[in-house]
């Protein structure tokens, strides 16, 4: 299916739930469907979990988790904090020279069927950092090319998360959310899944050209991100 066509099934789909809970099934149906099991929301301080919204693990593994202390010894906790984009667990590994606890930490993982996880960064007002972090159960190979997919899923939820428990977005005035052809253009090719530089190529214009749009979309819309925007402007009609 393709990538828009995908986006807004999903976008039609989340915006039906009409609780936390209902929000959690429509995002845990599609996680599964691109070959994730397991998923955790939460938002993340440093190095440590200040809340967890919802998750779906396997039995034992949050016990395991909390028993053993595994929080102060999760790179993926601090990897978060730093990232702007969403990355794979294996991206941090390369990196790292794992301590033998950690090494310990990944292996028990495995063992307890929590391998080959993505982790996706979303910023909100200030220092508020939440992470969608999906993994499978096996060390199963997955498809790097849908992970601009997984983002604006992940995107879509979050927005609807903050919605429904009364963290909205800033609503922009209807001035502010008139958008020139260009940025109309610019927003539609981000719905399509392609990146700044992709929208340069494809317009014949600079990367910096593109980036003052996205600049632009992001303030008129109040959002944090390209895919927030993508996702607001589809839920006020102003996308084909």
């Given at each position: 299916m393709r990538f828009e066509r995908f986006f807004e099934d999903y976008v039609t789909a989340s915006q039906t739930a009409n609780s936390v809970e209902e929000l959690k099934m429509v995002f845990e149906r599609s996680a599964s469907e691109e070959g994730y099991e397991n998923h955790v929301f939460a938002s993340v301080g440093e190095r440590r979990l200040t809340s967890v919204s919802w998750f779906k693990l396997p039995?034992?593994?949050?016990?395991?988790?909390?028993?053993?202390?595994?929080?102060?010894?999760?790179?993926?906790?601090?990897?978060?904090?730093?990232?702007?984009?969403a990355f794979s667990w294996a991206d941090v590994l390369r990196g790292l020279k794992l301590s033998p606890v950690q090494e310990r930490f990944f292996y028990e993982c495995d063992a307890l069927g929590v391998s080959?996880?993505?982790?996706?960064?979303?910023?909100?007002?200030?220092?508020?950092?939440?992470?969608?972090?999906?993994?499978?159960?096996?060390?199963?190979?997955?498809?790097?090319?849908?992970?601009?997919?997984?983002?604006?899923?992940?995107?879509?939820?979050?927005?609807?998360?903050?919605?429904?428990?009364?963290?909205?977005?800033?609503?922009?005035?209807?001035?502010?959310?008139?958008?020139t052809p260009r940025e109309r253009e610019v927003l539609n090719w981000i719905k399509a899944g392609k990146t700044n530089s992709d929208i340069a190529e494809i317009l014949g214009v600079s990367s910096k050209a593109i980036e003052f749009h996205v600049s632009n979309l992001l303030n008129k819309f109040g959002a944090p991100n390209r895919l927030a925007a993508v996702v607001i402007a589809l839920e006020r009609g102003m996308l084909g």
């Open positions: 039995d034992g593994y949050a016990d395991a988790y909390i028993a053993n202390g595994w929080e102060r010894i999760d790179p993926m906790l601090p990897a978060s904090r730093r990232a702007i984009d080959n996880g993505m982790v996706f960064p979303m910023r909100g007002p200030g220092d508020q950092c939440d992470i969608f972090s999906l993994s499978c159960r096996t060390k199963t190979r997955l498809d790097p090319a849908r992970v601009p997919l997984l983002r604006a899923v992940v995107a879509q939820t979050w927005y609807c998360y903050r919605n429904l428990t009364g963290g909205l977005f800033a609503k922009a005035n209807a001035v502010s959310t008139r958008l």
